[in-house]
């Protein structure tokens, strides 16, 4: 088989962005082509920033990809000079009666030697002062993990494409009835096509992905700590995900504030027609959640929102697989809310795929795979 010197790649969020990288390193002639500009606030890879951290309850290859893509963001931001990953912890609230998840996580990072620590419940008011632990048994801690700054992390892999070479267009990549990617009118040309646009690919690629994701909006909260306190600072203060609770959060850094997530509900998000504001009941549970968990910041005014998007498959595993029809194009979906942090480890990977140096792994194939019950979309 002759080999690729070509690629298009489309989707300039992390996950294109990082393939485009990828094959560039490997002496293609790579376009990356988005409809907008890379890291653009209705991007999921557009976000302020992302939780690194390996505990995955039993999944072993997320935990050493998120160890690897650790090393891969400290490297970028080397090569680069700028800020991109913050090493400041992170802490599983395992809650009572429901620790399987944090369980599982904990013996798979003892398991592949990576650094953890268990601090009971006991233990919790010294170490998090400003956590309300009621109801938390104990908390897995990964001191290693942390967060990247997203929009510059995917604006830098993007400088460092076009540093290294490549060329980056704008414009909008559409599909025929086929699900063969066109620009312009025209078929796009290379011996690679990558097509990775995030919560867009459902859209583009009716017949292979879209019945295999559910595209869920995420409500985005940033609360002003209180004057002259660090104690919510990411110096004092790690990442954290309340399981129990389904939130999750990111101490104040890069003076965006505290950062929380609840999901209550499956909300649904229209891509590109609708405003990005978070809806009046979403604040106000927000709110009440971060009273509860956080008295110090009930009444503290909010500093900032924000809305995205996920693309859910039916087992949170990645879509990553060569469309069924078309054996040069490769498809990037389903990121089931967990891609980020994975960034550089992701480009590698479907670098090597599209140039055929394996197989993709079974449990990112878009065949048997399971698709979502129409019922359960979100609302
Ligand atoms: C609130 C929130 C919190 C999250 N927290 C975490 C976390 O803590 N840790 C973590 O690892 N992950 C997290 N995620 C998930 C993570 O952000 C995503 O998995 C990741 O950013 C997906 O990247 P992507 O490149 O696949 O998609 P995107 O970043 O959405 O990029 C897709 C790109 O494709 C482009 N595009 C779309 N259609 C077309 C077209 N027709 N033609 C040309 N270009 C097109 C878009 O403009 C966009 O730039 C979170 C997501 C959200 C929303």
Not at 243 to 252: F, M, Q, R, T, V
Request: contains cysteine; glycine residues 10%.
């Amino acid at each position: 088989m002759a080999r690729s010197t070509s690629a298009v790649v489309v989707g300039a969020g992390i996950a294109g962005a990082s393939t485009a990288l990828a094959l560039r390193r490997q002496g293609l002639a790579v376009t990356l082509v988005d409809a907008w500009e890379p890291g653009h606030a209705a991007a999921a890879s557009g976000g302020e920033h992302r939780i690194l951290r390996a505990s995955h309850g039993t999944d072993e290859l997320y935990a050493r990809w998120s160890r690897d893509a650790r090393v891969g963001w400290l490297q970028l931001a080397e090569q680069t000079g700028q800020e991109l990953f913050v090493q400041c912890g992170a802490v599983m609230l395992a809650r009572e009666g429901h620790t399987s998840w944090e369980d599982a996580s904990r013996q798979t990072l003892t398991r592949l030697g990576i650094p953890h620590f268990v601090a009971p419940a006991s233990e919790l008011p010294a170490r998090l002062p400003v956590l309300d632990s009621h109801g938390i048994t104990y908390g897995l801690w990964e001191p290693e993990a942390g967060f990247v700054y997203a929009r510059r992390a995917t604006v830098a892999t993007t400088e460092q494409f076009l540093h290294e070479g490549g060329v980056l267009r704008r414009g909008r990549v559409i599909t025929d009835s086929r699900e063969h990617p066109q620009l312009d009118g025209r078929p796009l040309e290379a011996d690679v096509v990558v097509m990775a646009c995030g919560a867009w690919m459902g859209g583009l690629f009716p017949r292979s992905v879209r019945r295999l994701v559910e595209v869920v909006r995420q409500n985005v909260i940033m609360i002003e700590p209180p004057a002259g306190e660090t104690a919510y600072d990411h110096g004092s203060f790690p990442c954290w995900i309340d399981h129990g609770n389904n939130a999750y959060g990111i101490p104040a850094a890069g003076g965006y504030g505290f950062k929380a997530v609840l999901v209550w509900k499956q909300l649904s998000i229209d891509l590109d027609e609708e405003d990005r504001i978070v809806d009046a009941t979403s604040i106000a549970r927000t709110r009440r959640y971060i009273s509860q968990r956080f008295p110090g910041l009930a009444d503290r005014p909010i500093s900032g929102m924000a809305v995205g998007q996920i693309a859910n498959t039916i087992d949170t595993h990645f879509l990553i697989d060569r469309h069924p029809e078309h054996d040069r194009v490769i498809l990037v979906a389903g990121d089931s809310g967990h891609l980020f942090k994975h960034g550089p480890v992701v480009g590698d990977y479907v670098a090597g795929l599209a140039l055929r140096r394996y197989e993709t792994d079974p449990r990112f194939r878009l065949g048997a795979r399971g698709t979502i019950d129409p019922a359960s979309r979100p609302q």
